[in-house]
């Protein structure tokens, strides 16, 4: 199993500009979930996913969509960067009575 | 909202001596209290978590113990290791899914 894969993991944006986080897992997990990480804010929910075609927001969805269309996989779209969104970028996914894995995270920057 | 708040910020042991991180909480419908150790440039890694169902957890040289009268929980890392140097986030929920972070401590374990 590969666990969690995110791509890319760097990028540099362009304020204004839009792109879509990739984020895949092949452990056949209902739940999935997207963080970012700022420094000395720990990890703030954006948006989380308890199956396919569900989604629900975090304490931080403004500026963010998702979509889940198959259980592997969870993009997460930017409708317009701001240099607001810059921050690491994490995905992670679950199953029933476990807790979550995380992938190795995209470094976003926002110019 | 659950708010959780972790100390300290920065922890420095030797090798060999325990190490001791702690949270509190404020939802008391929180009921799932995980802890992550993240290594530079890689994403968190579960290390650890409890349930409200229980008092205390082991694994190895690690432990969480809750207090959910004082709506606290603490991370016992005994015998550390430089490999236990890493930054240790808590983490908060009522249903697994909507995880609340604290800030983080970052321990450096001195041969």
């Known amino acids: 199993n590969a666990g969690v894969t995110q791509t890319p993991k760097f990028q540099v944006l362009k304020t204004g500009q839009s792109m879509t986080l990739q984020c895949a897992q092949d452990?056949?997990?209902?739940?999935m979930s997207w963080y970012r990480q700022d420094p000395g804010m720990g990890l703030r929910l954006i948006h989380y996913s308890v199956g396919a075609g569900i989604t629900d927001q975090g304490e931080v969805p403004n500026g963010y969509n998702v979509s889940r269309s198959t259980t592997e996989d969870f993009p997460l779209r930017l409708l317009s960067a701001a240099p607001s969104q810059t921050s690491v970028y994490f995905c992670?996914?679950?199953?029933?009575?476990?807790?979550?894995?995380f992938g190795s995270g995209t470094r976003l920057t926002v110019v | 909202g659950e708010n959780v708040e972790q100390h300290p910020s920065t922890l420095s042991v030797q090798e060999g001596d325990s190490a001791v991180i702690k949270c509190t909480y404020s939802?008391?419908?929180?009921?799932?209290f995980p802890w992550y150790k993240q290594e530079l440039g890689k994403g968190p890694q579960l290390i650890i978590d409890i349930r409200s169902n229980v008092g205390e957890k082991k694994d190895q040289r690690i432990a969480v113990t809750l207090n959910k009268t004082a709506k606290h929980f603490s991370l016992h890392i005994t015998e550390t290791q430089p490999e236990d140097s890493a930054v240790y986030f808590c983490a908060a929920s009522i249903d697994t899914d909507k995880l609340i972070f604290g800030t983080g401590t970052r321990l450096q374990v001195f041969p």
């Open positions: 992670a996914s679950r199953t029933t009575g476990f807790g979550y894995t």
């Open positions: 939802d008391s419908a929180s009921n799932y």
């Open positions: 452990m056949n997990h209902e739940y």
